[in-house]
């Protein structure tokens, strides 16, 4: 049985040991991570289960070698991206975390993109010019 720590230890050794992973920038790996996300939506498509459990440990795969070549950068860490997403998921679920009410599942993602679209909002204003 392997977990997250096993992996990221995997990808920490790659990234010492394996001359390839040792060249790959984030930028390098852009189009990998895209051919895994078309391969896993493939796999969404055909129903193909055993493909998409695959592909999903696939991308896991190439986001946490991004995620390691970012900390090696010291642009930031697994766990501050965690926080961040958890931070983020609470805000954009008022109707579980806060007051808001979504009875339906179009009223829990209509207040998600709300929610998203405010948070984009806010951000652009700011920004400096």
């Not at 958890?86 to 009875?103: L, N, S, T, V």
């Not at 339906?104 to 993602?109: G, S, V």
């Amino acid at each position: 049985m392997a977990n997250i720590n096993d992996i990221r230890e995997l990808v920490h050794k790659l990234r010492k040991e394996c001359p390839w992973d040792r060249e790959q920038t984030i930028k390098s790996l852009k189009q990998d991570l895209l051919d895994e996300a078309q391969e896993l939506a493939e796999a969404i498509e055909n129903e193909d289960n055993e493909n998409l459990r695959e592909e999903i440990g696939d991308i896991l795969f190439s986001t946490l070698l991004i995620t390691e070549i970012a900390e090696e950068e010291g642009l930031f860490t697994l766990e501050q991206a965690l926080k961040e997403l958890k931070e983020k998921m609470i805000r954009r679920h008022p109707h579980i975390f806060g007051d808001a009410e979504a009875k339906t599942a179009e009223d829990a993602k209509r207040l998600f993109y709300e929610v998203k679209r405010n948070e984009k909002m806010n951000k652009s204003e700011q920004m400096p010019e």
